[in-house]
């Protein structure tokens, strides 16, 4: 079975059907793009998934286990740990004090975690920002922080959602670098991206989302050429114009 | 906490249990207050400056654990020193149940405040109209000078006793500072979505604090009662009791150790001079403006409370030796 096996999954908020039965899975060791035009439901799957909100309908199995109903704490300590497209450091405390709340999920002692904590900062390239206070970082910096948080909770699987939007070409490069170097640590990573080169070059398997649906699942390669995906985010012309 | 800090407080300590030595009773009495406030306010601390619940009833839990306390021994006869265990007990119950029914059901920022607010004023109306605990004219408590009593003939007494208390709280708190408990109270406080996601229990943790705060608040309870000797429910559960625990470690520093303990150095002896003062002069009630601009002064100048100022004071003058 799958790591992450999630199967109908629907949710609807008033008249909006944000997702309308979605099935997707995501084996262990790979690295999965999770992309698809604005509204598509990215960030709505990402709340199902890692227990923020309940689907309607469907199911949801994380190693195997039924997790629908967990709650966001209890999925972390299974081993599913998720970062916010909006980031959301926890501004007054420090850097390391930051990732040391991820770190306790493993390790309850305080020393044993703020050694563990200063191991992920330094596999980041955050250590020489350890005792900023969080406010004081840049967007960059912050997205940094908020991926240390995740990886610091010993995750099997990591959910990113935009961790690259916002930064420049070299910052992107970075942050596709540290995610393949997480990935070889063995954790299995889904990621929600807009910047296409960095998603293309990264996953192994590509799931194209729109309006609530998955349109197409492959390789890299042939989501680039698939006339579906391309109409999604171009419009029908496009789509059908290129063979 | 730097070494220059602990050796400071080491210091700070030796003089506070020195100074009964050349004190009068008048200003142990303000010494007294000091500690007092100090303590309740590093209580209130636990649940509100770190974990950020903010609490405007903790009156509720003084009053539990002040009643209790009292009647336990006047009708039971059972030591003061034995009663403030049931009273504080007795105020963690409420506290769960107010923690319970606020974070079970979300309630976040203001209408958190309501709630404990709402928990007190529900006390205080009860105890107003139940005539077994002396209704509106409250309870109170015949002097003996017996120590097993928790009454002492010298003013002396109660001044260990409240800076035990306050010592013994302030120490906890470092201990909580220190633990997953503290790290995941000021996580929670920062960003609660950020803290669930990294596997905190959110609503067993906030609950954690607040059992553990009226605890504490329960058991500063049961002084108030043997160092006032009587208890009345407006006063003992009313609002002004509430703000009054709020008020120090908000001016001296929410969420910071010794804020609590700074604030109150700073509020309660004007809080007391003023009182005095006012009174005398026949304008009785003034404390209450001289408080409110101080208040007011203290949010447009130092929205953090005085503590970190005085830290980065201390730690500029130690850069500078």
Request: hydrophobic residues 50%; contains cysteine; charged residues 15%.
């Amino acid at each position: 079975m799958a790591l992450l096996e999630a199967v109908g999954v629907a949710k609807r908020f008033g008249g909006l059907q944000a997702l309308g039965g979605v099935s997707l899975a995501v084996e262990a060791g790979e690295i999965v793009g999770l992309i698809g035009p604005n509204g598509a439901g990215k960030t709505t799957l990402f709340h199902l998934v890692s227990g923020f909100l309940a689907p309607d309908a469907g199911t949801i199995h994380f190693a195997g286990e039924p997790v629908v109903g967990l709650k966001p704490h209890a999925l972390c300590r299974r081993g599913l740990a998720r970062t916010f497209q909006l980031v959301k450091p926890f501004p007054g405390l420090t850097v390391l004090e930051n990732v040391r709340v991820g770190a306790l999920a493993r390790l309850p002692r305080f020393p044993a975690a703020t050694a563990q904590a200063r191991e992920v900062l330094a596999f980041v390239g955050l250590a020489a920002k350890a005792d900023l206070p969080a406010r004081a970082l840049t967007l960059a910096e912050r997205k940094r922080l908020e991926l240390a948080r995740a990886f610091a909770t010993g995750p099997r699987l990591l959910l990113l959602d935009e961790v690259m939007a916002g930064l420049t070409p070299t910052e992107t490069g970075e942050v596709v670098e540290l995610c393949r170097r997480i990935n070889a640590t063995g954790v299995t990573v889904l990621l929600i991206e807009h910047v296409m080169r960095a998603v293309m070059t990264l996953s192994q398997r590509v799931v194209v989302l729109n309006q609530g649906q998955v349109i197409a699942t492959g390789p890299p390669a042939a989501i680039a050429a698939d006339p579906r995906v391309i109409e999604a985010y171009l419009g029908p012309e496009h789509g059908h114009a290129d063979p | 906490m730097s070494h220059l800090g602990r050796t400071l407080m080491l210091i700070a300590l030796v003089i506070l249990v020195a100074l009964p030595a050349v004190l009068g009773s008048r200003a142990l009495t303000v010494f007294v207050f000091i500690f007092f406030y100090a303590y309740l306010g590093q209580a209130w601390n636990i649940l509100s400056g770190y974990g950020g619940q903010l609490s405007a009833g903790h009156a509720a839990f003084v009053g539990v654990g002040a009643y209790t306390t009292t009647v336990l021994a006047m009708y039971a006869g059972i030591s003061p020193w034995l009663g403030m265990f049931a009273g504080a007990g007795l105020a963690a119950l409420l506290g769960a149940v107010v923690g319970f029914l606020g974070f079970r059901f979300g309630l976040r920022g203001f209408y958190f405040v309501l709630l404990t607010v709402a928990f007190a004023e529900v006390c205080r109306i009860v105890a107003l109209n139940t005539e077994a605990i002396g209704g509106a004219l409250g309870l109170y408590i015949t002097f003996t000078g017996d120590p097993w009593q928790f009454q002492f003939q010298d003013n002396r007494g109660y001044y260990y006793v409240a800076l035990a208390l306050m010592v013994a709280a302030t120490g906890l708190t470092a201990g909580v500072e220190r633990s997953r408990l503290g790290a995941y109270l000021t996580a929670i406080r920062e960003d609660e979505d950020a803290a669930e996601a990294l596997g905190v229990d959110t609503f067993r943790y906030k609950l954690v604090a607040i059992v553990l705060s009226a605890f504490l608040t329960g058991l500063g309870g049961a002084f108030y009662a043997t160092y006032l000797f009587s208890l009345q429910p407006n006063t003992v559960f009313g609002i002004p009791l509430s703000v009054d625990i709020i008020l120090r470690p908000v001016v001296g520093g929410a969420g910071t150790l010794l804020g609590p303990i700074l604030g109150s150095f700073i509020l309660t002896p004007l809080a007391e001079l003023s009182r005095t003062y006012f009174a005398r002069t026949g304008l009785a009630g003034t404390h209450l403006v001289v408080y409110g601009l101080l208040l007011i002064a203290v949010v447009l100048f130092l929205p953090r409370g005085a503590y970190p100022h005085l830290a980065r004071a201390l730690a500029r003058r130690r850069t500078a030796a």
